[in-house]
């Protein structure tokens, strides 16, 4: 039976099979947009947008934001550090603490920001 609720973890599920796809391919350079963008910019957003899918996804649930907040801030940064591990494993690529870190940095950041924006929106 299929009740709808993994429905709002469908984004956030997509985004990952995506940021692992783009891990996965070897010698990858940090892309251009116009402007000097560091391979940590790039690791801080798209794990931001990690974290605001999965803040969204577990705030459809009956959780309070708190544990929206941490839930979402340590499976998303969780994986970060995981999907790093496994660039370790692809040739050209490596495992960066510092890539790890800025993951983490943007999943825990958009999980804030997120439930920020709904307390703001509740009170």
């Known amino acids: 039976m299929h009740d709808g609720r993994l ?7 997509l985004w990952a099979v995506i940021i692992f796809c783009v891990s996965s391919i070897p010698n990858l350079s940090t892309p251009s947009f116009g402007f000097k ?37 340590c499976i998303s940064g969780l994986y970060g ?7 370790f494993f692809i040739p050209g690529r490596q495992a960066d603490g510092f890539d790890m870190l800025a993951d983490v940095l943007g999943a825990a950041s958009a999980s804030g920001v997120y439930v920020l924006k709904l307390r703001k929106r509740i009170s």
């Open 7 to 13: 429905k709002p973890f469908v984004p956030a599920i």
């Open 37 to 73: 963008m560091t391979d940590k910019m790039a690791h801080f957003g798209e794990f931001f947008v990690l974290g605001l899918l999965v803040s969204y996804s577990l705030s459809k649930r009956n959780l309070s934001l708190a544990r929206v907040f941490w839930i979402s801030s």
């Open 81 to 87: 550090i995981v999907d790093e591990l496994h660039q």
